[in-house]
Every structure is written in C-alpha cells, then in structure tokens.
C-alpha cells in the first residue's frame, strides 16, 4: 500500500493522433436509461440519443441504471456511468503550438475511459473536484466528488497535486483514492466497472481513510469472486470462458486464465501466442465439472513474442470446438520484456561529401533516443521507432562522434568513430620571388667546388589555414623528388627548403600540394644561374 499525504488534484494527459479544429466532437454510441444534454447558457436539459454530437462545454448527466458512451476522431472512447454529472470544459481545443487540450469535470458518479496510445505533447484531463489526474494512452476509470479514485486495467496515470505540486503514479492493475492524501493498492479488479460502482458508494461513506482501505480490498475480493461465479454459471457443458479478454504485458508475462467444463477424454484446451508458442493440453480433467486453468507465457523481444497484439485460446473436442481471443498490451517500457538494446553501428563515411551513415536496429515494438555528441559535447537527440539508417551530417576537420540509442526500458547502445570532413575548394600555392629568376654568381677559385645555394620558399594558402587539412606535400628537383610530406607529417603551410643549384642549367622545382578533399595546388620556381 502506498500513501501520498498531501492534497491532490488529479489529471489525464494525451495526445490526439489526428489533427482536428476547435469544432471537434464527440459522437454518442451508446444512450442508455436516462440520459440528458445540457447546452452552454441554457437552464432546460433534454434527452441525448444515439449518434447526438457531443460539444465543448456540454453538460451530460445519467439517472439510475443508465450510461452515455461517446467517442472521438481518434477511436478512443468515454463512458459515463449512471447516476454522473459531467462537463465537456475542452474537447480537443487547439493551443496554438500544434497540441490540443481535452478536460472533462466530473462532479458526481464516474466515468470509464478507453484512450488510444498517442504520439504528441496534447493534454487531455479529467478533473473531479479539487483532483486531477493525468493518463497516457489508457483503459480506467475515474471518478469521485468529495473523495476521488481512479483505476487502471491498461496504461499509467499521473495524479498531481495543483499545477506545480508534487505527483504520483499508478500503473496497470493499480487503484488509486482518497483525499486529504491518496492511498495506492494492487487489485485483481482494477479497472473494471464493478468495482467502480462500489468505489463511488465507499467514497460516499464518510468513513477514515484506513477503514476505506479496508472496504476497497473486501470490494475488490466482492467483485473477483462474482466474475468466478458468473464465469461458471455461464460455462457451456463443453467448451470454455476467460476471466478477461484483455491482458498488460510488462515483468510477468502474459498470463491467460479461465474455467473449462467437459466429460471428453480427448477434449484439448490450448494457448496460442504468434506462430511461435502453443501450450500444453490445460484439460487436466474431463469429468464433465467445472474447473479452472491458468497459462503463463514469458513475453520478451528475446523470444519474439513481444510484438504480438493477442492470443488464441483454442478448445476442441468430438462435439465442440471454440476460439476465443485476449487482446494483448505490450509494455515495452518493462526491463523483463524489453531486454534487447538496440543495435547502431557507423556503415560508412564520405570525407569529401562530409556526410556518414548510420545504422539502426532492433526498434520493432520499440523506441529509442538516439543522441549525438560530437567531441564529448552534445549537438542533437531524436525519436526513432523504426529500423534504417540516418545520415550524419560531418562538421569540417576530424572529430569524435559518438552515437547512444537509449531504448524504452533504459537500454542503451553505443556507436563511436573519428571521422574527417574536408570539403572541396580550391586553394593555391604562393612561391616567393619571381616565377623565373636568373642569378649572378662568380665561379669559385680553382679547386674548390661549384655549390650554389639557394632556399626555395613557398605559402600553401588553403582555406582553412590549417596544415591537418592537407594530403600530400610534394617537391621535385628537375623531376627528381627532393621532399616529401604526408599526412600529420605536413606541420606548417609555409616552407624554407634548401637547395642546391647547377650551373649554366635550369633548375627547375615542381610543388604539388594534394587536399584530403583530393584538390590538387601546383606551382613551379625556376632558377638559372650564370
């Protein structure tokens, strides 16, 4: 049991997937018992039927053993039970940053909810009382008045306490109430509408928040032993039923359970799970009584079976054959069902183009921040839900760039590598002095050797002025290499190189200068000496 004591203010988030106007509306499926429609500034109420649009700021309201269903653009689906006052504050109302804003004021009874998963930061909120509370992608209910509960079967729920106030959180098979501070336990009925209705009348109670406790726990074991009941009364004499069509997937697997009933001998009862998994036989006995099964099923990316939406349950016998399916909830945000990271890797690189491709794996069923730092400082981070390869764009010169994909259950995956960016443009070598110079040197006295020397100096001016962006530095004497650099040898861009020269004869030095782009600067110096 987990206590929250402060005062709250409960809220649903979530986030349309389509893209709808401030006209929005819902749409009722269902109008059953008493149920009546209030406009904006109007006293009167009058009756809603089925197929009646539903708008921002209708008040709806059900009398005894009556219930309005309405749903919106999206698929997903409100229920109002009997004997409840709502107010539709917002419905899907634009804010201007592309998001949408839904609050819905229940004042009295509860109302059941079924909201599709959603992808964008939209809100939508049920309010009750001084409570709010906060849903993503969700199957529940919430309600309340004075005292407030919610409950979840599929999904989470944020309760906050007012805008900035602390919050806390129930997960699927969660229940959640009180006032003055909140009270949080793990039912077998969370989420079901029999409990609801046992939920509004504790809340109503008056009684301390310990005796609540108390009340809620014998309602839930009320509720479980009912629906074992009527699952046996309601058993064929040969055949099968589910304690519930849906189940959430997260650290315990999938677990599938029901009652039997058959006096065949070879009758099979078995679980199916994709094309991989098949139970064993779960008809343990066939005297013709009721009896329970229970199957569990390990669910992880591991095995494959983590992208499956449901499960079979298969009975045949000589007289009968049956298929009944469980829808099924993945929760990959779980560590004992997410167990795989994803997979990245660096497949190649083009220096000149300044571009790399990234390879990423391992996103069926899942997501993943995928972040890029370059040099240890972070540059950028994106969603990605889907196998491919990303095009890194490369930032001139050689830097470290290191890629972490970051899955929904905290698995994290790793990619490093330096690369190079050296775009082409065009650059020159500038030689000092006069392309072509003659010099006037006296020969030597009698027996001392002819050496004339000179220094040739030359200025690579690239554009980016610095040497680490060069290939090759080469420089031939009358064709014949006399110097030549590569790579982290070439320190400077400007050189002073001695040379000898010849006598009576052209001496003629040829530079080439090769850019990691695979720019080539030539230049040519000659001297002649008289």
């Known amino acids: 049991m987990k206590t929250s004591p402060f005062r709250l203010l409960p809220v649903l988030f979530l986030i349309p997937s389509l893209v709808f106007s401030a006209s929005v509306a819902g749409k009722v499926r269902a109008a059953l018992g008493e149920c009546e429609r209030q406009k904006a500034k109007q006293v009167k109420w009058s009756p809603l039927v089925v197929g009646a649009s539903i708008f921002q700021t209708d008040r709806l309201r059900t009398g005894a053993e009556s219930e309005i269903i309405f749903g919106l653009p999206d698929g997903s689906t409100v229920s109002i039970a009997e004997n409840a006052e709502v107010e539709i504050e ?33 809100k939508f909120r049920f309010k009750t ?17 004075e005292n407030f509960f919610a409950s979840l079967s599929t999904g989470k729920l944020d309760v906050q306490t007012g805008e900035d106030g602390p919050a806390s959180s129930i997960g699927a098979g969660e229940t959640i109430f009180g006032k003055d501070s909140l009270v949080t336990l793990k039912l077998a009925s969370s989420g079901n509408p029999k409990l609801a209705r046992r939920l509004v009348a504790i809340m109503k109670s008056g009684k301390a928040l310990d005796e609540m406790v108390k009340d809620v726990k014998a309602a839930d074991a009320s509720v479980q032993e009912e629906m074992k009941k009527a699952a046996v009364e309601s058993l064929p004499e040969n055949g099968f039923t589910l304690d519930a069509e849906s189940a ?14 058959t006096a065949d001998p070879n009758a099979k009862l078995v679980v199916k799970l994709g094309k991989t998994f098949t139970s064993s036989n779960l008809v343990a006995v066939a005297d013709g009584a009721p009896h329970a099964f229970v199957q569990n099923i390990p669910v992880n990316d591991a095995n494959g079976l983590w992208t499956e939406t449901e499960a079979q349950v298969v009975f045949t016998s000589a007289k009968a054959k049956d298929t009944k399916k469980v ?34 794996g391992g996103m069926q069923g899942d997501e993943a921040l995928l972040a890029l730092s370059v040099d240890g400082s972070a540059t950028s981070e994106e969603t990605v839900s889907k196998n491919g390869q990303r095009t890194v764009k490369l930032v001139p010169g050689v830097h470290e760039y290191v890629y972490t994909a970051t899955d929904l259950a905290k698995n994290v995956a790793t990619a ?17 002095g006069e392309p072509n110079e003659n010099l ?70 040829d530079i080439e200068v090769i850019h990691k782009s695979g720019f080539k600067a030539k230049a040519v110096k000659r001297f002649e000496v008289r």
């Open 90 to 122: 917002r419905l899907l109302e634009p804010d201007g940053k592309g998001s949408f804003d839904t609050r819905l004021n229940v004042e009295d009874g509860f109302v059941k909810f079924a909201i599709k998963k959603q992808k964008k930061q939209s």
């Open 129 to 145: 009382g001084v409570h709010t509370a906060s849903i993503r992608g969700t199957d529940g209910f919430v309600g309340g008045g």
């Open 248 to 261: 959430e997937v997260c650290e315990a697997g999938l677990t599938v359970s029901g009652n039997y009933r």
């Open 327 to 360: 829808a099924v909830g993945v929760n990959a945000s779980c560590a004992g069902v997410n167990q795989v990271a994803p997979q990245i890797q660096f497949v190649s690189y083009d220096s000149v183009a300044c571009k790399a491709q990234l390879s990423v």
């Open 416 to 432: 490093k590598k330096s690369m190079g960016c050296y775009p082409v443009q065009r650059f020159v070598v500038e030689v000092f």
């Open 440 to 509: 006037l040197v006296p020969p030597p006295p009698m027996g001392i050797a002819d050496r004339i020397g000179k220094t040739l100096q030359f200025k690579i001016k690239n554009p980016e002025n610095d040497p680490q962006f060069l290939y090759r530095v080469t420089v031939r004497q009358n064709g014949k290499v006399i110097l030549q650099e590569t790579l982290s040898q070439i320190q400077s861009l400007d050189y002073d190189i001695p040379v000898e020269l010849v006598r009576g004869a052209k001496n003629k030095f």
